[in-house]
Antibody, heavy 122, light 107 residues
């Protein structure tokens, strides 16, 4: 079965850092781009960023550039989201999602994890 | 960034109703538009990709149409499990952007 499993969420103080992980299984991980998507409580879905299959190219939501960093380790089938200088508005459920191809225009995200909750509070 | 709008923001419907949700992009995105269903506590579910392609395993009562800037999601006969929030997403260019969502609830 194709599966994504996020971990690493929890409570962090404002200004703190957190690294989320996403373990992939059941598909050729390095062949697919991946993204993180978040959903704040009571709000809509927000695309966070994107990394290509080789991990050589990343794109981010304009508001998150320099604030979040996406990386991957294809030898371990792992995707990561490093979040720094966290603010209250970063509190959300964070999902990792598998893209259907390598770059934009490949047909969106067909597999999603269940999400991990990040709470930002002092 | 490309802005996505959806209408209506919410609607009330009954089982068996035909439901139509529209999504508009601020600039042309060819057919690089997907529709997702979201239920509380669950991961979003891909329904439609490339504007009109039905994702494997999704019931045929769901369909999508449109291109360039105007898109539509149609549910031909609403079922109890279809009460949810629906989002469009453009993946034509970075940053990808979601619409604000349309909540479908029971009349």
């Amino acid at each position: 079965d194709v599966q994504l499993l996020e971990s690493g969420g929890g409570l962090v103080q404002p200004g703190g850092s957190l690294r989320l992980s996403c373990a992939a299984s059941g598909f050729m991980f390095s062949s697919y781009a991946m993204s993180w998507v978040r959903q704040a409580p009571g709000k809509g879905l927000e695309w966070v960023g994107f990394i290509n299959g080789r991990g050589s190219t990343t794109y981010y939501a304009d508001s998150l550039k320099g604030h979040f960093t996406i990386s991957r380790d294809n030898s371990k089938n792992m995707l990561y989201l490093q979040m720094d200088s966290l603010r209250g508005e970063d509190a959300a459920v964070y999902f990792c999602a598998k893209y259907r191809g390598g770059f934009a225009g490949a047909g969106s995200f067909d597999v999603w994890g269940q999400g991990t909750l990040v709470t930002v509070s002092s | 960034a490309i802005q996505m709008t959806q209408s209506p923001s919410s609607l009330s419907a009954s089982v068996g109703d035909r439901v139509t949700i529209t999504c508009r992009a601020s600039q042309g995105i060819r057919k690089d538009l997907a529709w997702y269903q979201e239920k509380p506590g669950k991961a979003p579910k891909l329904l439609i990709y490339y504007a009109s392609n039905l994702q494997s395993g999704v019931p045929s009562r769901f369909s999508g149409s449109g291109s360039d800037t105007d898109f539509t999601l149609t549910i031909t006969s609403l079922q109890p499990e279809d009460f949810a929030t629906y989002y469009c997403l453009q993946d034509n260019s970075y940053p990808f952007t979601f619409g604000p969502g349309t909540k479908v609830d029971m009349k």
